[in-house]
């Protein structure tokens, strides 16, 4: 009996002195471990993805999530899992909905991405933003307390690498594949990839104007070279390189039929009305197809 009480006493001692491993059921609904220290946060299906990954010398996190009662969510994740403070706040892109609460982590957290980051957030501010959301509930208004715009602290040019601890962080820039400045994070040891919205989960992207599908084809071929294990994407949950297979196949699809049809002489509203693409038919946001074949024309008509 007294052998067995030291020995449970002594697995007690070795659990308080180093701690219990925290698996991602114990974070709450939506989060992932997906390797030893590394957790993304995907609510749903759709989304915004936001993550975070700890090192013996703080933490990193990749995006600020889209609500901030998910930001409150992540920060509580994050505290569960190290008594390390966030060091580094990584956004793939500049929209508010990977951006906007960086004031639930910074201070102390410094924010990077891209040159033209800030000015990208700037333009696409609403002062009114905070305001529309915390009049939709006291759980958000409680949220919001302290709201500010962080805009990024570094902006690097084209790569940078970031040693902290035991890890590499390597930032790569996409040129025109969704925002202002979209940010690649690949952890070469890992073999994880943060794929920024480049590409999302069976989820017709939002190209805006500024986005040229050759540079979006050009993105994917430059993160299949990394050769990951595994992707997570800026909307959805964590998947495979088969995301950017998925994406070369329906623009490449994509542009021959608008080529095809460009070259009957139809024009764009023509085609805008006339072209399915019914082999996609399920995946989300199918009103966008419209915004993707206008996208598809500059490129067939130049």
Same mark, same amino acid.
């Not at 939506?30 to 030893?36: Q, V």
């Not at 964590?238 to 608008?258: H, I, Q, S």
């Given at each position: ?7 449970? $006493?002594? !697995?007690?001692? !070795? ?6 491993? +925290? ?6 609904? %939506? ?5 030893? %220290?590394?957790? !993304? ?12 990954? +700890? ?10 999530? &889209? ?15 190290? @008594? ?28 990077? &991405? ?21 009049? #939709? ?8 307390? %302290?709201? #500010? ?32 400045? @979209? ?8 073999? +994880? ?11 017709? $992207? ?5 986005? !040229?599908?050759?540079?979006? $084809? ?63 038919? @399920? ?8 915004? &993707? ?10």
């Amino acid at each position: 009996m007294t052998m067995r009480l030291g020995f449970f $006493l002594f !697995v007690a001692f !070795v659990f308080m002195c180093c701690g219990v491993p +925290v698996g991602a059921q114990e974070l709450g609904p %939506g989060f992932t471990k997906i390797k030893d %220290g590394i957790y !993304v946060f995907a609510p749903d299906a759709t989304t915004t993805t936001c993550s975070f990954v +700890v090192t013996q010398e703080g933490v990193v996190m990749i995006d600020s999530c &889209n609500s901030p009662l998910d930001s409150r969510k992540m920060a509580a994740a994050i505290k569960k899992v190290t @008594d390390k403070p966030v060091v580094f706040l990584i956004d793939t892109e500049t929209h508010n909905d990977h951006t906007a609460n960086h004031f639930i982590f910074s201070p102390p957290a410094k924010i990077i &991405n891209h040159t033209g980051a800030g000015e990208g957030m700037k333009k696409e501010y609403s002062p009114k933003r905070a305001e529309t959301l915390a009049a #939709k509930s006291p759980e958000l208004r409680a949220a919001l307390e %302290g709201f #500010k715009m962080i805009t990024p602290h570094i902006e690097y040019k084209d790569r940078m690498t970031i040693h902290l601890g035991e890890r590499t962080f390597e930032l790569i820039f996409l040129k025109n594949v969704h925002s202002e400045a @979209d940010t690649a994070v690949w952890l070469p040891k890992e073999r +994880v990839l943060f794929a920024a919205s480049a590409a999302n989960v069976r989820r017709f $992207l939002n190209l805006r104007p500024t986005v !040229v599908i050759p540079d979006v $084809l050009a993105s994917y071929k430059l993160m299949k070279s990394l050769n990951p294990e595994i992707v997570v994407t800026g909307h959805g949950p964590p998947t495979t390189t088969k995301v950017f297979d998925e994406y070369e196949g329906f623009y490449t699809l994509l542009l021959k039929r608008v080529g095809d049809m460009a070259a009957q002489g139809k024009t764009l509203a023509e085609i805008k009305k006339e072209l399915k693409m019914p082999e996609y038919a @399920d995946w989300h946001d199918q009103n966008r197809l419209g915004v &993707n074949i206008e996208a598809a024309y500059r490129i067939v008509k130049k």
